[in-house]
């Protein structure tokens, strides 16, 4: 068995901030701010089943607004971008927040119709992933950068100003599938779980551990994250069939599915049932718990702000 990850043992808690209102995205992030949220996130299509503003617009109109929380991608699709494209705008965001990224990636692949209107063949999204995180890493900490490689060929170009945390925002991997695994061990900096339950995380983290011992890496740290859509509600009943409704719009799928999936990978119910799951899940590894609501943003910034994150130091007892 490959040793452990190097994972903190700080445990910290995010928002997603989804939506295309400008004003009530504004408001909730600097209220999470002043809440103690750590950190707020910005889910990423170029088309999908439901309206969705472009990640790196959002986040940077969020850094405009909010002075401390990191800012983060969950995930960001990198395959259906030219990596110096990405590069530059991640690198700008960095420098405009004062190194607040925290950079998700991931292939996607859910939402065939975007892969073709940019461009990119769906079955190339794994290998240009991969070389385009190579690309991204050595254009934000090398002063010249020539690259001859599968699918992009350039150089040599400099890209400046850098980003303000030096090598680059980490880059955590989110996937669930057995390339994502292997991507995390051998090129990333964390890990991001979407629609995964406790059990199946800790055996993820097993995996990525296997994968950076074979890739030759010393860690000296590994992000561990989980994003969880949250429905919090006194009834539990009542959660259960809102988050089946909800997710069953987002991802245009019977509303039977997601009330058997929801169990297992929604975090449900009153916020004392959402810490104890929480729980399960800091056992399974994660340090950091990226929430998107699955009920007003507002409400149910300001019930988590109260009644979970004061709680979270005792997720580890």
């Known amino acids: 068995m490959p040793a452990p990850l190097p994972v903190s043992d700080r445990v910290r808690c995010g928002m997603v901030v989804a939506g295309a209102a400008r004003e009530p995205a504004r408001t ?19 088309a999908f089943h439901v309206p969705i503003l472009e990640s790196l617009s959002l986040l940077s109109f969020l850094a405009g607004a909010t002075e401390r929380v990191s800012l983060g991608t969950s995930v960001y699709l990198l395959p259906l971008r030219r990596p110096a494209v990405a590069a530059k705008s991640v690198a700008t965001l960095d420098v405009l927040s004062g190194g607040r990224v925290l950079f998700g990636v991931g292939v996607g692949g859910e939402f065939p119709p975007e892969f073709e209107a940019c461009g990119v063949p769906r079955a190339e999204r794994g290998s240009r992933t991969d070389e385009g995180i190579e690309i991204l890493r050595r254009l934000w900490s090398e002063d010249t950068v020539e690259h001859r490689g599968r699918h ?18 980490p880059v955590w991997i989110g996937g669930r599938r057995p390339p994502a695994f292997r991507r995390a061990g051998r090129l990333g900096d964390g890990y991001i779980s979407h629609m995964c339950a406790t059990d199946t ?9 296997g994968h950076a011992e074979a890739a030759g890496r010393t860690l000296q740290r590994f992000d561990t994250a989980a994003f969880l859509f949250t429905a919090v509600d006194d009834v539990y009943e009542k959660a259960l069939e809102r988050a089946a409704a909800v997710l069953a719009g987002v991802y245009a799928r019977p509303v039977e599915q997601f009330r058997e999936a929801a169990p297992r990978y929604v975090l449900l119910g009153r916020p004392e049932d959402c810490l104890e799951q929480m729980r399960g899940f800091h056992a399974a590894g994660v340090r950091h718990f990226v929430l998107s609501p699955l009920s007003d ?19 580890a007892g």
Request: net charge negative; aromatic share 10%; glycine share 10%.
């Open 28 to 46: 909730l992030a600097r209220r999470c701010e002043e809440l103690g949220f750590d950190s707020l996130w910005a889910g990423d299509h170029i």
């Open 152 to 169: 992009f060929s350039f150089g040599p170009v400099s890209m400046n100003p850098k980003p303000v945390q030096a090598g680059g925002p």
């Open 297 to 315: 943003p507002q409400a149910f910034a300001e019930r988590v702000g109260a009644e979970i994150l004061p709680q979270l130091p005792s997720l």
């Open 201 to 209: 995380y800790r055996a993820n983290l097993e995996t990525i551990a």
